[in-house]
């Protein structure tokens, strides 16, 4: 029974460990922290669904990898104007986002526009958001994004400043 609780507290210690591990770790270009990323969503990705990958830099230095798929968007990326689109597989993209109010994605990278206005009543409640956070600092020049969360990072993106989820009400038809 002692040797159970033993070996029982043993593998809790080393999975903290692990996790514990992972945050923190450092990447000296954003192009490795992003395939990091990517790669670790795969793995998160039990279901398969995933295809689209969403990188987005703030201007308080933190850099978002968040996934979803081709054909359920998430609703706050309207904001966002796409800066560059890379294919990664066949059907597999990155698409990197800047922040803007006042132009919306029109997404020519996957097929189709984004350029929708978005109805509160009929959208779908967001409750889970797979991403990883990076942090990015500058030492003597050289840039260095620090893993900061991995997982469900929906209650970071709503509290970002920089990342505002805002959804934009259809207006009623007159009759």
């Known amino acids: 029974m002692i040797k159970g609780v033993l070996l029982l507290l043993l593998i809790v210690l080393l999975?903290?460990?692990?996790?514990?591990?992972?945050?923190?770790?450092?990447?000296?270009?954003?192009?490795k922290a992003v395939n990091f990323a990517i790669s670790n969503l795969k793995k998160l990705d039990r279901s398969g669904i995933y295809d689209l990958y969403y990188v987005i830099e703030t201007e308080d230095n933190f850099l978002y990898v968040?996934?979803?798929?081709?054909?359920?968007?998430l609703t706050f990326m309207y904001f966002f104007d796409t800066i560059d689109c890379k294919p990664i597989k066949e059907n597999e993209y990155i698409i990197y986002l800047n922040r803007s109010s006042d132009n919306p994605q029109k997404d020519n990278c996957v097929g189709k526009s984004f350029n929708v206005i978005l109805n509160l009543t009929e959208g779908e409640v967001l409750l889970k958001l797979q991403g990883i956070i990076f942090k990015k600092s500058?030492?003597?020049?050289?840039?260095?994004?620090?893993?900061?969360?991995?997982?469900?990072?929906?209650?970071?993106?709503?509290?970002?400043?920089?990342?505002?989820?805002?959804?934009?009400?259809?207006?009623?038809?007159?009759?």
């Open 138 to 175: 500058t030492i003597n020049n050289i840039d260095k994004y620090t893993l900061i969360k991995e997982g469900d990072i929906l209650k970071d993106v709503e509290n970002d400043p920089e990342l505002i989820i805002k959804e934009v009400p259809e207006e009623e038809p007159e009759l």
């Open 66 to 73: 968040i996934n979803t798929n081709k054909n359920n968007r």
């Open 15 to 31: 999975s903290c460990n692990n996790i514990d591990n992972r945050q923190g770790k450092e990447f000296s270009d954003k192009d």
